[in-house]
């Protein structure tokens, strides 16, 4: 089975810090998604990222996929309390359909 | 906005017995999904079906069966429920090529 490995699994920062997640595999992807996770609810897209070296930007949080297409990061500035959830990334790496998701980072950013 | 709809939250059922997990969503999506989450062990794809009528195993298929009558129904049946299943269930969907899955609220099974 083609791993999507993320770390760091737990992250416990306070209010205003910056921190970085990353998603790293051996396998290449035509594109990598980041979903994030609330308490008692499914995940939620938050982008996608397609081409290699691409940056996006959501608010504070800012997206790379990586130049060989086979890692991402996820950097979060000046964290506030709502970013609390579970970070996950994830990618189809044959194009089949069968979507592997990262076993995740669980972030709390405390006031 | 795509809504996927998990009709049972919570469940709570007992070695052996049978278990159907459903899943609707509303939006003509093509392809629809069968996850399993468990802690340090993120998201396990079990099945998903591609049209209706067809179906494929993903990485954790064994003692799961699913059925797509309609395109817009996705089930997980748990023939003989083991105390290893217990875990939460989520459901997605997305149209071909999206790249974009939208979850439903999830399914938290437990089995005693």
């Known amino acids: 089975t083609q791993l999507l490995e993320q770390s760091p699994q737990f992250l416990s920062i306070q209010e205003g810090e910056n921190l970085t997640v990353y998603c790293n595999s051996s396998?290449?992807?035509?594109?990598l998604q980041w979903y994030r996770q609330e308490p008692g609810e499914g995940p939620v897209l938050l982008v996608t990222?397609?081409?290699?070296?691409e940056v996006k930007k959501l608010k504070r949080l800012t997206f790379q996929f990586g130049d060989a297409r086979k890692d991402s990061s996820l950097h979060i500035t000046a964290a506030q309390p709502g970013d609390t959830g579970l970070y996950l990334c994830?990618?189809?790496?044959?194009?089949?359909?069968?979507?592997?998701f990262g076993t995740g980072t669980r972030l709390k950013v405390l006031a | 906005d795509v809504k996927v709809t998990q009709s049972s939250r919570y469940l709570v059922k007992r070695t052996g017995e049978k278990v159907f997990l459903e899943c609707v969503q509303d939006?003509?999506?093509?392809?629809m999904f069968w996850y399993r989450q468990d802690p340090g062990l993120g998201l396990r794809l079990i099945y998903f079906?591609?049209?209706?009528?067809?179906?494929e195993k993903g990485d954790i298929p064994e003692g799961y069966s699913v059925s797509r009558e309609k395109k817009e129904r996705f089930s997980l049946i748990l023939e003989s429920a083991s105390t290893n299943q217990t875990s939460m269930y989520l459901c997605?969907?997305?149209?071909?090529?999206?790249?974009?899955?939208?979850f439903g609220a999830g399914s938290r099974l437990t089995v005693l």
């Open positions: 994830a990618g189809d790496p044959s194009g089949t359909y069968k979507y592997i």
């Open positions: 396998s290449v992807f035509s594109s």
């Open positions: 990222v397609v081409t290699g070296g």
């Open positions: 939006m003509d999506h093509e392809n």
């Open positions: 079906s591609y049209d209706v009528k067809m179906k």
């Open positions: 997605a969907s997305d149209y071909s090529g999206a790249n974009v899955l939208t």
